[in-house]
């Protein structure tokens, strides 16, 4: 089956760091997404990792290990702004592109 | 305008009515996507477009029923919904290439009386 697990919620501070997991079971893996949803909002791009290693995007990176079907999202410097869903989303093996997503993460930015 | 664009914002309708959810994209992109978003479910895709022609239907009811005329515009028409479907409908657009994220718009409050 496809699955994708990510904590429902997590709280972090303003100016702290947060790491944000997600763990997936595909029956095939082209790459892994991540998006930022604010509420009421579109999912906005934030992240792409196809290869194994860490790609830094100002105060967001993204990592991601394969061998352990593993990524996470790591926030520096955390803003009030930053107060969102934040959802993983795989991409299987068909060539729709089709995209496997979690349930989302709310992280909740506190003073 | 640019992006992704969704109307209406908010629609409340009952069982019986017939609606139509509109998705326009002014991004040159060929494919399009209707999701369904409800609270602490992860996205359910419902229907994509390539290049106008319908390429997944995931099993979705016959009570929704999707259009595509042309590559920058994508219509979902309701009928005889049922509460269940009250959710967020989401509509994405996607430029070739596998490295290109889906687009999205702000999405359709929908709720069934």
Same mark, same amino acid.
């Given at each position: 089956g496809q699955n994708i697990d990510?904590?429902? &919620?997590?709280?972090a501070t303003e100016g702290a760091i947060v790491q944000i997991n997600c763990t997936y079971q595909t029956s095939g893996f082209n790459g892994l997404f991540w998006y930022q949803q604010h +509420?009421?909002? +579109?999912?906005?791009? %934030? !992240?792409? $990792?196809?290869l194994d290693g860490l790609e830094e995007k100002g105060r967001f990176s !993204?990592? /991601? @290990?394969?061998?352990?079907g593993y990524s996470y999202l790591? /926030?520096?410097e955390l803003q009030m702004k930053d107060s +969102? !869903?934040? /959802?993983?989303a795989v991409r299987g093996p068909d060539s729709n592109y089709q995209l496997i997503w979690g349930a989302g993460t709310k992280l909740i930015i506190k003073p | 305008e640019t992006g992704v664009t969704q109307t209406p914002r908010h629609l409340v309708m009952g069982m019986t009515n017939k609606k139509s959810l509109k998705c326009e994209q002014h991004l040159g992109h060929n494919a399009m996507y209707?999701? =369904?978003? !409800? +609270? =602490? =479910? *992860? %996205? &359910? /895709?419902?229907?994509?477009?390539?290049?106008?022609?319908?390429?997944? $239907? $995931?099993?979705? *009811? @016959?009570?929704? @029923? *999707?259009?595509?005329? $042309?590559s920058s515009h994508l219509f979902l028409h309701l009928h005889t919904l049922q509460p269940e479907d @009250?959710? %967020?409908?989401l509509c994405a657009s996607k430029g070739p290439g596998e490295r290109q994220p889906q687009h999205f718009g702000d999405g359709t409050r929908l709720s069934i009386l």
């Open positions: 990510q904590p429902t &919620e997590m709280t +509420a009421g909002e +579109a999912p906005t791009f %934030l !992240s792409y $990792n196809v !993204s990592f /991601l @290990s394969r061998s352990k790591l /926030l520096k +969102a !869903s934040y /959802l993983c | 209707w999701y =369904k978003q !409800s +609270a =602490k =479910k *992860p %996205l &359910e /895709l419902m229907f994509v477009y390539n290049f106008k022609e319908q390429t997944e $239907n $995931n099993s979705v *009811p @016959s009570r929704f @029923s *999707p259009e595509c005329p $042309n @009250s959710a %967020l409908y």
